[in-house]
């Protein structure tokens, strides 16, 4: 079934806040005025991209979250469709808000998991007497601040930082530096529990016996087990999985 009025007489160019709810807005308004209806099928991303007048991927951002939201649904090989817009009476934006943060951290923590357990694998071969001491100091200032009942989340940042100095790997030093800003969401207050933040120390020392071992194997596995505990702890943890690559 085809729309029932052309898409470029229904669509306008997008305003520029951001794009991707510009184009939500169009469409959650002729799903409104049933001018879209279940069957209908969309036009190809380019064509929407055109008669938007903004980037494919703006446009890819907006049926992503329709595709969520259960408003649309993507059939390989043949396009995309409406499916149900009376589920778009749409998301509150707080709730809409609140997911799309759970996938965020979601992608975050799928970036930690391949990366920094190799990180500390590295640094329980490389890492110098020094480092190791300042490790430690940073957990015992970290244990300090825990029972001051004080924030100490710069102090679990450090820990990261100086085992990424420790591996020996300018790679892996060059990326997770670029990245400092988009890691510490996933230690933002609200997340940091109490309980979290002890486990979180513990976590931490058992990363830390494992490269005083020289145990690649065992600092490997504790950074998992780290990171795993962190994910589980934050709050909707394993309904939201890390979005798809496009």
């Known amino acids: 079934m085809q ?28 799903f409104r005025q049933g001018r879209l209806g279940p069957g209908d099928r969309l036009p190809p991303e380019r064509e929407l991209a055109r008669i938007f007048g ?8 907006a049926m992503r979250a329709l595709e969520e ?27 809409g808000a609140v997911r799309a943060q759970r996938r965020r951290l979601a992608d975050i923590f799928a970036f930690r998991r391949a990366v920094e357990p190799e990180v500390a694998a590295l ?13 430690e100091a940073v957990l015992a200032e970290q244990e300090e601040r825990l029972g001051r009942g004080q924030d100490e989340s710069g102090l679990d940042a450090e820990f ?16 997770l530096s670029g990245v400092q800003d988009v890691l510490a969401e996933t230690r ?21 016996a494992a490269l005083r071992s020289r145990d690649p194997k065992a600092a490997r596995a504790a950074m998992r087990a780290h990171l ?5 702890a934050l709050p909707g943890a394993g309904r939201v999985q890390p979005s798809p690559s496009t």
């Open 188 to 208: 933002a207050e609200p997340l940091r529990t109490p309980s979290r933040r002890k486990a979180s120390l513990e976590s931490h020392r058992r990363i830390l």
């Open 160 to 175: 990261h930082r100086l085992l990424a100095r420790a591996c020996r790997n300018g790679v892996f030093l060059s990326v």
């Open 3 to 30: 729309p029932p009025v052309p898409f470029r007489d229904s669509f306008r160019p997008a305003a520029r806040r951001r794009l991707s709810e510009e184009i939500l807005g169009q469409f959650r308004e002729l």
């Open 123 to 135: 640094a329980a071969e490389h890492a110098s007497e020094s480092e190791l001491l300042r490790l």
């Open 69 to 95: 939201q259960g408003v649309l649904v993507s059939r390989r090989g043949d396009g995309t469709y409406v499916s149900d817009p009376e589920a778009a009476a749409f998301e509150p934006p707080l709730a």
């Open 228 to 232: 795993a505990a962190a994910e589980k």
């Open 54 to 61: 903004v980037s494919r991927t703006s446009v890819r951002e």
